[in-house]
């Protein structure tokens, strides 16, 4: 596989199941991210990993957990979630992150949605 | 904080050109230019940075204007591939979050 893949690319939760998002870059970069992408809404950005540590949380709430346990791959786990949450939730990852973002690859996206 | 792109929707024939605009309250260190097709994630097409030069992505280039803290994207003789909806990205300078913009969506009819 090449570049950046998601999975799974839909999934349907009700608000008291616990789920994870999976995200995985083959793309050699150290730096990865967690979007949400919302109707009519600018791309927000949630979290950056630079070599597998978090520089960035923007202020997204608790029952979003994210998950870097190696410079590939990042997860993305939920629960608890409501039915405002539901979106599209994309991947990227740029070469580095050194407090500057640099060119960013997505993934396809995980289309999720909360009944 | 987010940067506000003009015009939201345009409509254009293949081979006419067209501007997207990216505008921000406050100064910018650097600007991303992200083209997104339905269905599909969104592609680096450039960056700018500040006292940088004007960028160029085949027949699609852009230009930061730091003093009026904006940024331009010029699709020049557009194709039926550039439909699709474009962002900016937008840093302050290092450490400062990054922000898209509301998004321009370009129809391209033959």
């Known amino acids: 596989e090449t570049g950046v893949t998601q999975t799974p690319r839909h999934l349907v939760m009700g608000m008291t199941n616990k789920k994870s998002l999976k995200c995985e870059q083959h793309?050699?970069?150290?730096?990865m991210y967690w979007y949400k992408q919302s109707a009519k809404k600018p791309l927000e950005l949630m979290f950056v990993y630079s070599l597998e540590e978090r520089v960035e949380n923007n202020s997204v709430p608790s029952r979003f957990s994210p998950e870097c346990p190696n410079s590939s791959h990042l997860f993305l786990h939920l629960h608890t979630l409501q039915p405002e949450d539901s979106a599209l939730y994309l991947c990227?990852?740029?070469?580095?992150?050194?407090?500057?973002?640099?060119?960013?690859?997505f993934g396809p996206g995980t289309r999720l949605t909360v009944t | 904080q987010q940067p506000v792109q003009s015009p939201q929707a345009v409509i254009l024939r293949e081979g006419e050109d067209a501007v997207i605009n990216c505008s921000s309250s406050?100064?910018?260190?650097?600007v991303h230019w992200y083209r997104q097709k339905h269905g599909e994630a969104p592609v680096f097409l450039m960056i700018l940075l500040k006292g940088g030069e004007q960028m160029r992505h085949e027949k699609i280039s852009a230009s930061f204007n730091e003093k009026k803290q904006q940024s331009s994207l010029y699709l020049t003789a557009s194709q039926l591939s550039y439909s699709g909806t474009y962002f900016c990205g937008t840093e302050r300078g290092t450490g400062n979050q990054f922000y898209f913009g509301t998004g321009t969506s370009l129809t391209v009819i033959p």
């Open positions: 990227a990852s740029s070469q580095d992150y050194d407090g500057r973002t640099y060119e960013q690859y």
């Open positions: 406050k100064a910018l260190y650097s």
């Open positions: 793309l050699g970069h150290n730096a």
